[in-house]
């Protein structure tokens, strides 16, 4: 122990307790950020022999190629993308999205992806 001078505390924040500001927080304060919008790409996996399978998983559902996924249909699972379709209306989902934060807009011509 350390001496210290007479009278003299010393203050200790106790680590079992919250964080300051999480109380405002749990009362209503602030909401949290939301999710995005529309459906997420979380994983792709993709088999490294010829004709193997490809699957990826989106908003916590597996799903491959020609599957339906809400109202689309997965046109194509690539190595970090995947092409869901609904009506001629093509989304691209990245793996890694833009770093900007900004989501790709779907195409809205059948040949465009």
């Not at 792709?44 to 989106?58: D, F, K, N, Q, T």
């Not at 001629?88 to 790709?104: N, Q, Y």
Request: glycine share 12%; no cysteine; proline share 12%.
């Amino acid at each position: 122990m350390l001496p210290t001078a007479a009278g003299a505390r010393t203050q200790v924040a106790d680590p079992t307790l919250p964080p300051p500001g999480l109380d405002a927080l749990a009362a209503g304060a602030e909401a949290p950020p939301a999710a995005p919008p529309g459906p997420t790409l979380q994983s792709i996996l993709v088999s490294r022999e010829p004709g193997g399978r490809r699957i990826a998983v989106i908003s916590g559902e597996m799903v491959r190629q020609g599957s339906r996924l809400g109202g689309a249909v997965v046109e194509s699972v690539g190595e970090d993308r995947v092409v869901l379709r609904r009506g001629k209306t093509r989304e691209v989902l990245r793996l890694h999205p833009d770093p900007s934060g900004r989501r790709a807009t779907p195409a809205r011509q059948a040949g465009q992806q």
